[in-house]
């Protein structure tokens, strides 16, 4: 696992972690984590996941030169972000946090500015390979935020993980 200052995330990783409800391993393997003030005071979260967010996630806000300019320096690179995607983006740029994400534009960024991150399958993964879940639980899991949730994961990185996760089993 990366080695990291702590991990920040994005509306869709809280949801998705709402949905999994899986905080304590979250916590366990990736703590101190954070969110983006900016994400908890928008429109873009219900009142349970602000809630949720409140209770497991510390708010960070911008609070330096350094973390304004990288939101605005976010905001002419990829206009197309959201107010709490950039702040994401800027407190992890500038804390060195990891940043866990699927949204395919914030991930872009990270790319580019080199800023680690992670997506739901991969820590899905990661609890079968620290003996928190079997292969099959956390493939039940990927469907239930597939299914339920309507999260979108392509068929071939669907098919290539679930085959990576059961050769865990092994």
Partial sequence: MPSHRGTILDATALIDFCWLNEW????????????????LDSDQLELDTRQTASQYLTPLNLETEE??????????????????????LAIAYTHFLLCASDDGLLIEICQEYSIAYTRTLRLLKEMVQTGHKTAE?????????????????????LTNWQSEVRKLAD
């Fill in 67 to 88: 973390m304004f300019a990288s939101f605005i320096e976010f905001r002419m690179r990829a206009p197309l972000l959201s107010i709490g995607d950039r702040s994401t």
């Fill in 137 to 157: 639980q956390v493939i039940i899991m990927a469907n239930v935020l597939i299914g339920e949730r309507g999260k979108y994961v392509s068929p071939r990185v």
């Fill in 24 to 39: 304590e391993w979250l916590q366990k393997h990736y703590s101190p984590l954070y969110i983006a003030q900016e994400l």
